[in-house]
């Protein structure tokens, strides 16, 4: 008896030292998790230390921008929250002007970025440059950023015409502040590819300004990733539409208008550039809205022109897991060893399975779910989901799927607008299950 008691003692000792050293080990994991989250964390003291170091630099003459005089010298901006740090990026909400907007830089200093090496030789030459030999040279850097060929400037994809617009076309000299602050604003791949498609896409955000590093954009309504029930739509945003004679679209119309302006960014995508745009990070978060409901991508970090897509997709592997490039997948060709370059799915594809499937699923629909119609649409999400999106030919096979999904959108659109549709309205705020 005295035994069995003894060994009850030791066992209980070794469950309890065995607890105490999973308790011991979580907690320094948390305690390094913790201090890495603490390391970037978003404060508004942090951001308004960014802010006065970009200052800092407009008045010692280093970083130039149409936005510096008013942030720096007259007020104009006012700094209202910071948004998130992430892997880097700072990003902060403002009012420049009294307008919202969006400021943005991919690191946090000026110096952080490389120097334009076309600048080195002009140490002890002049304060102003000639800017053709430069902005050749900041150009040759774009096509290589964008994977687009020399070609293609003529076409308006990755020439130098974006570059001398962002300038006054009278201006015949740059000073080195300007020249350092483009060069630090092309090194950041977001900023390269909305500018480029600016005056070419209505699904991008505007690019409103600029102060060394940071660029402003238009400040929209965005989904979000921690609430999947609610789209936010404030009172100025929801304004303005009347239909059948209300002051706003009823709720599920919202949806309908959304989802097909999803549809038409997706063929717009795909077919209205000399190559195709690859949106490889689908989520609700780097996705926003209009007045007019148009869908626009916010956060582009991860879209890519074809030839780029083909590089990033074009890596050694031994199997298809090897090809997932985030939502971009390809396959494996074990002969080669080598991804194929072609994209195994296709952006339609993955807005079907990330955004659609939650919107139109039973479970939101509710009573609504089971008419004719929202079976119909069910059904071409749920084939839109699993499908590969490429036929045999590397060809787009979704185009079916996309006109019905085209089709059933319109027929829902149109027998929308009834009264008990107006019912779901909430304040202004829609249930879009992003």
Known sequence: MLAVRVRCRRVTLALLLAWSAAWLLLGGLLFLLHGNFLSDACTDAASKE??????????????????????????????????????????????????????????????????????????????????????????????????????????????????????????KVYSRAELTSLWSLLQQDEYTFLSVLQDL???????????????????????????????????????GFGVAGRGRWG?????????LSFLDMVQHFERDFTHKVHLCDVKPENFAIR??????????????FQPKMEDILDQKCSSDDDCNFFDCVS???????????????????????KIFRLWFSPTVLGAKAGLPLQVELQRAVQECSESGGVDNQGQGGDRDVHRRLLDVLTRLLQEGGTSDEGQEENEGRVALNF
């Not at 955000?205 to 609430?227: I, P, R, T």
């Not at 709720?251 to 989802?259: D, F, L, M, T, Y």
């Open 50 to 171: 960014i802010l006065r170091r970009l200052c800092g630099d407009f008045a010692a003459g280093s970083a130039a921008g149409d936005m510096c005089a008013d942030l720096c010298v007259r007020g104009l901006v006012e700094y209202k929250r910071c948004l998130y740090y992430r892997s880097g990026k700072k990003v902060m909400e403002v009012r420049w002007r009294g307008r919202p907007v969006i400021l943005k830089s991919k690191l946090e200093n000026l110096s952080s970025y490389q120097p334009l090496r076309a600048l080195d030789y002009r140490q002890d030459a002049a304060e102003d440059s000639p800017p053709l030999d430069v902005l050749l040279s900041a150009t040759l850097e774009v096509r290589n950023w964008l994977g687009l060929a020399e070609e293609e400037d003529e076409d308006g994809e990755g020439g130098a015409s974006f570059l001398i617009n962002l300038q006054s076309s009278e201006k």
């Open 201 to 239: 896409s209505a699904h991008v955000s505007k690019v409103l300004g600029s102060c060394g590093h940071f660029y402003a954009v238009e400040s929209l309504s965005a989904g979000h990733a921690w609430d999947q029930n609610i789209f936010s739509m404030d009172e100025e945003q929801a304004g």
């Open 251 to 259: 709720a599920r119309q919202k949806v309908h208008r959304i989802a």
């Open 291 to 304: 007045k007019d409901l148009t869908v626009v991508a916010i956060d582009v970090d991860m879209a890519f």
């Open 331 to 353: 396959s494996c060709d074990l002969g080669a060893r080598r991804c194929r370059r072609q994209r195994a799915n296709t952006n339609l594809q993955v807005i079907c399975e």
